[in-house]
Nanobody, 115 residues
Framework: QVQLVESGGGLVQPGGSLKLSCAAS????????MGWYRQAPGKQRELVAE???????NYADSVKDRFTISRDNAKNTINLQMNSLKPEDTAVYYC?????????WGQGTQVTVSS
């Protein structure tokens, strides 16, 4: 069994910053992709940023130049540094891990951008 534990969400004013972390534990195997998705009320879940199997990164156009994904391979942890946050970034953020066979999701962490 694999567990993904997210942390770091909260309430922030527009223009502010937050850092999310996701720690994976358990019988992971090889990590193909690991990244962050988000789901706003009434909308579909969407990719925010992820590491691919080859080690490259993918970002949603809406967060490029504002968000940065990083990782600590030794700890099976990824982080998402979010800067210049906008109200439209408000959503539940989910960590996702795919090992080539199974997909696991974290429980989600709420990010609210509001004045």
């Amino acid at each position: 069994q694999v567990q993904l534990v997210e942390s770091g969400g909260g309430l922030v004013q527009p223009g502010g910053s937050l850092k999310l972390s996701c720690a994976a534990s358990g019988n992971i195997g090889s990590i193909y992709t690991m990244g962050w998705y988000r789901q706003a009320p009434g909308k579909q879940r969407e990719l925010v940023a992820e590491f691919t199997r080859g080690g490259s990164t993918n970002y949603a156009d809406s967060v490029k130049d504002r968000f940065t994904i990083s990782r600590d391979n030794a700890k099976n942890t990824i982080n998402l540094q979010m800067n210049s946050l906008k109200p439209e970034d408000t959503a539940v953020y989910y960590c996702k891990l795919y090992n080539g066979f199974w997909v696991w999701w974290g429980q989600g962490t709420q990010v609210t951008v509001s004045s």
